[in-house]
């Protein structure tokens, strides 16, 4: 298959659109184009907006970190970006088990437990959620995925194993461009073949991200609060995560 500017063409029928993204089948079973979309939903789709530019910055940056993690030794889903807006991606069934790491509070975490806002964590914390949008995607244990048959138990290790993985390449790698990586969410999903593989995306969407210098917001965050300047925050980022460093 050649890359052509846009994966139109290679496009099947829609079998999926959620709040960021819409997902074609293609002639190959095992494929899917993800097509990311502008649209920026919060607090359970109750504030919806367009954030321009985000649908290309996020497959931007996505192409551009999942090659680098997938050399890092975790096995992704993303083949080659075929437009600003659209990747090929390996077909997997998602695991319905949203993964959260943490490095620093905020968010939920923050509220749930009463911990100030940036008070920076001793230790990784790997959060489960159901993903569920009628239920708000709430926090499960690995316990609550084994039992209701969401996972199994060797693949809730792998996850888990997986998902610190891409800590420990991701931490370093935002550091090195003046980017905290506060927390983050994974979606993983299972090949025909049983393995385990990264989905979804990695992206201010799914990312807390502060600078390094001043702790600014730059991410989705910046919708969420109402605190302006969203769009330059995701180009800010596609800017640093794409930028060449030094060493
Ligand atoms: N490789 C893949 N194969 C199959 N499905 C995928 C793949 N990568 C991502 N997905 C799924 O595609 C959808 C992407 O859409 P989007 O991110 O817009 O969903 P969403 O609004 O967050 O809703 P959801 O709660 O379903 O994730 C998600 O359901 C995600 O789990
Ligand atoms: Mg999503």
Known sequence: MTST???????GELRYE???KRVYATADPHEYIVEFKDDATAFNG???AQIGGKGQINNAITAHLFPQLEAAGIPTHFIEQLSSTEQRVRAVTIIPVEVIVRNVAAGSFSKRLGIEEGTPLNHPVVEYCYKSDALGDPLINSDTALSLGWATEGQLLRI?????????FLVPYFEQRGVRLIDFKLEFGTTPDGAVILADEISPDTCRF?????????????????LGGVEDAYAEMLRRVTAPVDG
């Open 5 to 11: 500017s846009s994966g139109e063409r290679y496009r």
């Open 46 to 48: 109750v504030k919806k």
């Open 160 to 168: 888990r194993e997986l998902a610190l993985k891409v800590r420990a």
């Open 210 to 226: 502060w600078d390094s210098q001043t702790n600014e917001k730059l991410d989705k965050d910046r919708f969420r609060r109402d």
């Open 18 to 20: 959620g709040k960021a």
